[in-house]
């Protein structure tokens, strides 16, 4: 009888070891990212250049989006970030996203609030109404954006409602009293980047209400913007017109990527 028992608990012994042999490796296998890229021309890289057959989208292979699937082992990636995207056209590329969606990036807002007709305003214009028409585009993006942010973040939970979303926000454009000896007064260039700081704070506390991780890509451009005296991270008035004030190659790569990876590894 002492021979069967022992025989018998080997037998079992050996079955949980498999057993739980089995479970760590099902465990230990990677997790599937299914990975869709929303947003509007800072998600699709316009300004990082190579842009591909992607059109007035802009969609740039040096673009975050891009290089971070090029980084993880994802099982898809959809790029559909498009150039000029105000909350309503991210609300139509979320048609991208479904319940096997798990990974999804979305910068949206700023063409809501007007800031490309700002710079123009504020590149033409007095010091006085580059001041008042950037007030204006702060008291939409207190007043108005956060009832639009919210449609775009219920509709990406509703659709992929196990999916991480990364919010990402926009860098300030200069440095003040920094190298630049012509262009835009300083007076300017303080009052487009309190744009910048109202549009980030607005997104953070909308994405925060949602439970969605926000990367706030400021600091990671500090040191960086136009009139810095180290490399510039973002494009000042450039030909094409449609690239300037956005980030170059290396701020897709070293502060976007870069903030969005301190986050996701």
């Given at each position: ?11 079992i012994g050996?079955?949980?070891?498999t057993?739980?042999?089995g479970a ?5 296998a990677?997790?599937?990212?299914n ?32 290089l971070w699937?090029?980084s993880?082992?994802v ?6 970030a ?5 909350t309503s ?8 996203v479904?319940?096997s ?19 123009v305003?504020?590149?033409l ?6 001041v008042?028409r950037v ?9 108005t954006l ?27 454009f ?6 630049c000896?012509v ?6 260039r ?23 991780k926000f ?5 990671a451009f500090?040191?960086?913007e ?17 690239e300037?004030?956005h ?12 903030a969005?990876?301190?986050?996701t590894?």
């Open positions: 009888m002492k021979a069967r028992a022992r025989r018998l608990l080997s037998i050996i079955s949980v070891l057993l739980v042999g760590v490796s099902a465990s230990a990677p997790a599937e990212v990975y869709v890229a929303l947003g509007d021309s800072y998600s699709s890289g316009v300004g990082a250049g190579s842009y591909g057959d992607s059109g007035s989208c802009r969609r740039s292979a040096n673009a975050y989006p891009q699937a090029n993880h082992a099982s898809s990636f959809k790029f559909v498009c150039s000029g995207a105000v056209d991210v609300i139509n590329q979320a048609s991208h479904d319940s969606t798990t990974f999804i990036t979305v910068s949206v807002g700023g063409n809501d609030a007007g800031f490309a007709d700002v710079m305003d504020c590149t214009g007095s010091d006085s109404s580059c008042n007030e204006e585009a702060k008291q939409f993006a207190r007043n956060p009832g639009r942010l919210d449609n775009v973040y219920q509709t990406l939970t509703s659709r992929a409602p196990n999916a991480e979303i990364v919010v990402l926000g926009y860098p300030r200069y440095q003040i009293g920094g190298t000896k262009g835009l007064s300083d007076t300017k303080a009052a487009i980047n309190s744009g910048a700081d109202t549009l980030a704070e607005v997104t953070a506390e909308r994405a925060a209400a949602w439970g969605l990367v706030d890509v400021r600091g500090s040191g960086h136009i009139c810095s005296s180290g490399d510039w991270w973002l494009h000042s008035l450039t030909w094409p017109i449609v300037s004030y980030p170059t190659a290396d701020g897709q790569r070293l502060g976007y990527l870069a969005l990876q301190s986050v590894g």
